[in-house]
């Protein structure tokens, strides 16, 4: 056994680890078996009984390590034969390690690390050589006497001893994997890499695949290079890698990158590219007065100009998709120049945020189109701003829908579709569980009907926000207090009238004061099933009393409405739900003349009101997004940056139509000026 100790600072071996990269540690040990030839590598997680992820091991059908080679691989870091060669030793493949620190990489994934590696000496005698190293002392590696061996040629590389490797289980993990080794394996068709089990395809994986070529000029002196761009059919990652000419990785700098709207990763292919390995993290790359820089900064430009590019494409299949599944909200061809506009407007805003609008369900995508159609008739003033708060989009998305999208509400718009769709499908599933004769009578208060509607209080209005679920009279008092800022004095509990406790189903209050008032709602529930009778009415009257007779509830300007929610009522609580000069369902109204400011009352609601209610509701909410026709400047906008996606001639000068056209028409002003104030 000998030990090698390793020429290197702790320090700078501690740093060139890399703790927290587990997975690329990963990709730099199946480098390091793609750089020995190997035409097999299979990387293994090692797992314990609790299928947690506790180590690696990577595997391959490569040339390994002679026992003559040993030393210098194990012994100097920045020191490897690879240094200065571009291929590799037998199959004159592109070579990735020439800085001789991926062995340290190891210790990111194991604590204890083993290269057991079979390979042949000078003399062509086959030798089997066994590396091994601890995490207590990474500057170290022992290193058995090379036994004489029959096996194929190869190394086997495992690390185990740690306990938090599980995020090498993931699909971003093995993604990471498949971009950063595509160039390579796209290229080398009979090298085939495992990962986890999964066939490492990034030909599968690819969507497109287009080289660009880049030119740039530092010094007076003329630079050329290349740009291959992959973008991916799944994930979200967006990467660019400086790679040397044949697509091989030498860095990936940290750089704000365009087109959150596609997964790729983009390689910039430079022969030189590694005499300038890790220079990015010392260069100004804005100042673009070094080949490094200037190279990134064409690049980015490049990667800008062909999203533009492939933006224009999607937005043309992406309509022609939305033909195809009878979503897209016109029918035939506009007839007229605003139409044409309008039509070309609504084509560049709704492709733009295409990922974000709901695909899988085709009603819920019709009703999404055709709103965002309504709304862009209107003066689309604020749908940037709108489109940030609701869909969050990033600064380069919205940037680039900033110039025409000054006018409209189209973030209300796809808020409002999946909202509406969302609760008429909540409206139905509500119906049946209380009117179907089956399914009401499986549907209970607490188990079912009360978990369901802690999380759609919508039903019982907008202004509502949950405050207490199934909680004591005395609980209401605290939380009453609270709002009103009143600290609690009295620490005696609140009663009904015949001295017992009361449980409430929901208390609710409204999230702002009404006319100067707090306003509560205590919602009674009854299972389905259940005919309301003067039982159940004298119980929810028997809350409405206890908050009437208590003064800590007294003196302060507050509307206490209590709801009997039923399926159906019996004769004698529909009799008294219909009382003359009384709101329909209204059953109980005192007169409190000691506390003129607060209200209580006590109703009777049905189901079938309610969900009518409902109804009502959502019809208005569609309604109120309607807005009035305006085309303002989207036509400069269309014919400058989108000019593809507009109809052909639709910028022509029929006897000077278009500069009429270009601002809005005096009857256009003429019924702005003319318009209801209120409407929105």
């Known amino acids: 056994m000998t030990h090698y100790q390793l020429e290197a600072g702790r320090t700078l071996v501690e740093a060139l680890t890399k703790p927290h990269d587990p997975v690329g540690a990963v990709i730099e040990l199946v480098w390091n078996s793609l750089d020995a030839d190997a035409y097999s590598v299979v990387v293994n997680l090692l797992r314990n009984d609790a299928d947690g992820v506790i180590g690696v091991s990577v595997e391959d059908d490569g040339h390994g390590i002679s026992p003559a080679d040993v030393r210098s691989y194990f012994k100097r870091v920045g020191d490897s034969w690879k240094r200065g060669s571009r291929v590799s030793q037998g199959e004159k493949r592109p070579l990735h390690g ?12 194991g604590n204890e690390v083993t290269w057991t590696t079979v390979a042949d000496d000078v003399t062509g005698a086959r030798r089997r050589s066994i590396v091994r190293a601890r995490a207590s002392s990474k500057d170290g590696f022992d290193c058995s006497e090379a036994d004489a061996s029959d096996e194929p040629t190869g190394t086997r590389f495992e690390a185990v001893g740690l306990d938090s490797l599980n995020r090498l289980d993931t699909d971003k993990a093995f993604e990471r994997v498949t971009r950063e080794l595509a160039p390579y394996l796209m290229a080398q068709s009979r090298v085939s890499v495992r990962y986890n089990g999964r066939h490492v395809n990034p030909n599968a994986e690819a969507e497109r695949d287009v080289t660009l070529p880049l030119s740039w000029q530092t010094d007076e002196v003329t630079f050329e290079a290349a740009l291959r761009v992959i973008e991916w059919r799944s994930g979200s990652s967006r990467s660019l890698l400086l790679c040397d000419q044949a697509g091989v990785p030498v ?7 365009p087109a959150p709207d596609f997964p790729f990763t ?15 993290m010392i260069t100004d790359l804005e100042s673009h007065n070094t080949p490094l820089g200037g190279l990134i900064d064409v690049a980015l430009n490049a990667l800008e100009e062909h999203f533009d590019s492939r933006r224009d494409e999607r937005r043309r299949e992406q309509v022609e998709e939305w033909k195809r599944r009878k979503t897209y909200p016109y029918k035939g061809e506009p007839e007229t120049e605003e139409e044409k506009v309008e039509r070309a407007a609504f084509d560049v805003v709704a492709t733009s945020i295409g990922r974000h609008i709901p695909s899988k369900n085709k009603q819920q995508e019709g009703l999404t189109l055709g709103l965002l159609r309504d709304s862009l008739k209107q003066r689309p003033a604020n749908v940037s701003h709108l489109l940030d708060q609701f869909l969050g989009l990033p600064d380069d998305e ?17 808020r409002a579709s999946t909202s509406v769709a969302n609760r008429l499908e909540f409206i139905a599933a509500l119906e049946l569980m209380v009117y179907d004769p089956d399914a009401n009578k499986l549907v209970g208060e607490r188990d079912h009907l009360h978990k369901i509607l802690e999380n759609e209080l919508w039903i019982f ?3 509502f926000n949950q405050m207490i679920s199934e909680r004591g009279l005395s609980a209401v008092l605290e939380r009453h207090l609270e709002i009103l800022g009143v600290v609690r004095t009295s620490t005696a509990g609140v009663r009904k009238l015949d001295g017992t406790s009361g449980r409430l189903d929901l208390l609710l209050s409204a999230a702002a004061t009404e006319h100067d008032r707090n306003r509560h709602l205590v919602v009674e529930l009854k299972a389905p099933k259940v005919t309301a009778t003067e039982k159940e ?3 929810i009257k028997a809350y409405a009393k206890a908050i009437v007779a208590d003064a800590r509830f007294a003196n302060s300007a507050t509307i206490w409405d209590f709801w009997l929610v039923v399926t159906d009522i019996d004769e004698d609580v529909r009799q008294e739900a219909a009382q003359r000069d009384r709101p329909r369902g209204l059953v109980f109204e005192p007169d409190l003349p000691s506390a003129p400011e607060t209200k209580v009352r006590v109703w009777v609601r049905t189901w079938s009101e309610i969900i009518e209610d409902c109804r009502r509701r959502l019809a208005l909410f569609q309604e109120r997004l309607q807005h009035d026709p305006s085309i303002d400047e989207a036509r400069e906008y269309l014919s400058r940056v989108h000019g593809d996606v507009i109809p052909e001639g639709l910028f022509s000068d029929p006897e000077g139509a278009t500069e009429e056209l270009a601002g809005e028409s005096p009857a256009h002003r003429g019924a702005d000026a003319g318009a209801d104030p209120g409407r929105s």
């Open 251 to 257: 860095d990936e700098p940290d750089l704000r990158l």
């Open 461 to 463: 209005g907008e202004q």
């Open 398 to 414: 919205r940037h680039q829908l900033d110039r025409l999208l000054k006018r409209t509400g189209l973030s209300r718009v796809i």
């Open 266 to 280: 983009a390689y910039v292919l430079w022969a030189d590219m590694p005499t300038h390995r890790n220079e990015w």
């Open 98 to 109: 020439q800085a001789g620190q991926g062995r340290l990489r190891a210790f990111a994934i």
């Open 537 to 539: 009415l004298s119980q």
